[in-house]
């Protein structure tokens, strides 16, 4: 099992940067596949970007169209988003999961397909 604690966000104005992270505990950070998800108040948890056990294949949903960056650092038992050109619609709870079964990321894009979960952490963009 792993517990999941996620950190960065905030408040940013639109067109600013954030760096999410979510530390993970545990030794046996690198055998889980990450994903970052998000979700508004009355809408399902939206897939955001996933990342391989190793950090060397990694998916992203179409939405970032290359503003979003999913990085991982086993050593610090780490995943992080790094958010850029951010926009008001970006706004919503940001969440990390982690799915301990399988590495084929580009198939793990929804919220069934983790077994564990961060807290969320509330990114809000202003206009």
């Known amino acids: 099992q792993v517990q999941l604690v996620e950190s960065g966000g905030g408040l940013v104005q639109a067109g600013g940067s954030l760096r999410l992270s979510c530390t993970a505990s545990g030794r046996t950070f690198s055998s889980y596949a990450m994903a970052w998800f998000r979700q508004v108040p009355g809408k399902e948890r939206e897939f955001v970007a996933a990342?391989?056990?190793?950090?060397?294949?990694?998916h992203y949903t179409n939405f970032e169209k290359g503003r979003f960056t999913i990085s991982r650092d086993n050593a610090k038992n780490t995943v992080y988003l790094q958010m850029n050109s951010l926009k008001p619609e970006d706004t919503a709870v940001y969440y990390c999961a982690a799915n301990p079964t399988s590495d084929t990321i580009m198939v793990l894009t929804t919220a069934r397909d983790y077994d564990y979960w961060g807290q969320g952490t509330q990114v809000t963009v202003s206009s």
């Open positions: 990342i391989s056990r190793r950090g060397i294949s990694t």
